[in-house]
């Protein structure tokens, strides 16, 4: 596997299920991000991990969970969400220095388009 | 408040002419810009960046121009091919901060 992969591409799930969304990248970089992509809305930042500690929480209602268990992977718990948290949900890596600042690019993932009816 | 906007949904373009894709930013602290291209069912691949001690970087086709009294960024491709057909984000950032803005995108149609 190369880049950044994410797991599963597509997920059904009604408001009362509990399920996960898993990410993960292969490019040794040591900060992991989260996004929300709604229909003809701009890429909406949700999460960030610097050095598998979260820096950036965005606002974003307890019913998403992230999990950084190592700078390698990030994991997305979705629990009673709502029909208008369907989207496209992004993971994406980068490599940072220790400051915590960079200029490198950001590398995405295919996504998880998610439905929950 | 969304602080990096582009205000065109959708662009059409026929080959072999030139595409100019625009986004303005309302944040003067921002001092990196990005442009990534998103085919359906992928995500977002970086394009070309630029950061504010420029105002112009080249890459092949892809040209990116920052006018920063404006707060405003164009990517300009020439010449424009099918496989250019996508969606095109900008995003911008500050130096200090790891944490990038991004656009509602445009998705630019490249007609054969």
């Known amino acids: 596997e190369t880049g950044v992969t994410q797991t599963p591409r597509h997920l059904v799930m009604g408001m009362t299920n509990k399920k996960s969304l898993k990410c993960e990248q292969h490019l040794g970089h040591n900060a992991m991000y989260w996004y929300k992509q709604s229909a003809k809305k701009p890429l909406e930042l949700m999460f960030v991990y610097n050095f598998k500690e979260q820096t950036e929480n965005n606002s974003v209602p307890s019913r998403f969970s992230p999990e950084c268990p190592n700078s390698s992977h990030l994991f997305l718990h979705l629990h009673t969400l709502q029909p208008e948290d369907s989207a496209l949900y992004l993971c994406a890596s980068s490599q940072v220095v220790p400051s915590g600042h960079s200029y490198n690019e950001q590398f995405f993932g295919p996504g998880t388009r998610l439905t929950v009816l | 408040d969304q602080q990096v906007k582009q205000n065109s949904p959708s662009l059409s373009v026929q080959e072999g002419r030139i595409s100019i894709l625009n986004c303005d930013y309302t944040?003067?602290?921002?001092?990196?810009f990005l442009w990534y291209k998103k085919y359906p069912a992928e995500g977002p691949t970086f394009l070309i960046s630029i950061s504010s001690i420029k105002d112009k970087n080249e890459d092949g086709r892809f040209t990116v121009f920052l006018n920063k009294s404006a707060k405003h960024l164009s990517l300009h491709i020439v010449p424009s091919q099918p496989g250019d057909s996508a969606v095109y984000f900008c995003?911008?950032?500050?130096?200090?901060?790891?944490?990038?803005?991004f656009g509602s995108g445009t998705k630019l149609n490249v007609k054969p």
């Open positions: 944040n003067s602290m921002f001092d990196y």
């Open positions: 995003a911008a950032s500050q130096y200090n901060f790891n944490k990038f803005y």
